[in-house]
């Protein structure tokens, strides 16, 4: 078995500003190895209020998806907030790999960023 069901991403950041024709945005990046569809939960952790925890995505299977976290709303109909530092807990049904990328394109010399998440034993 490949990949695990709980991941962390304990470092995220919408970017309030863009320049140019790159919007700055996160992903979080899967990757479903396994013979059935992955149904995937996001949790948004905050300092100063109540987590945010009705984010839902899907991967199919032996496929990728990339979760662009300023395009994904809620149940309620929600977007992750901008200009606010939060982190990530991603659980799946199934095994998954995740990755979480970052493109700041608040400045014209542009940054992206990419690390792998932090994976939780089951």
């Given at each position: ?21 790159q919007i700055s945005h996160e992903a979080v ?21 109540d987590p945010m925890d009705l984010f839902f ?66």
């Amino acid at each position: 078995m490949i990949g695990k069901q709980t991941w962390i991403i304990p470092d995220g950041f919408l970017q309030p500003n863009s320049k140019g024709d790159q919007i700055s945005h996160e992903a979080v990046c899967v990757l479903n190895l396994t013979e059935s569809s992955a149904v995937i939960n996001l949790t948004f952790y905050f300092e100063d209020r109540d987590p945010m925890d009705l984010f839902f995505s899907e991967c199919g299977p032996n496929r990728t998806h990339h979760i662009r976290l300023d395009k994904i709303t809620d149940q309620e109909g929600n977007l992750v907030p901008r200009n606010i530092p939060y982190a990530i807990k991603v659980e799946s049904n199934v095994p998954i790999i995740v990755q979480h990328s970052r493109l700041d394109t608040s400045q014209e010399a542009l940054a992206l960023f990419t690390t792998m998440a932090y994976a939780i034993e089951s």
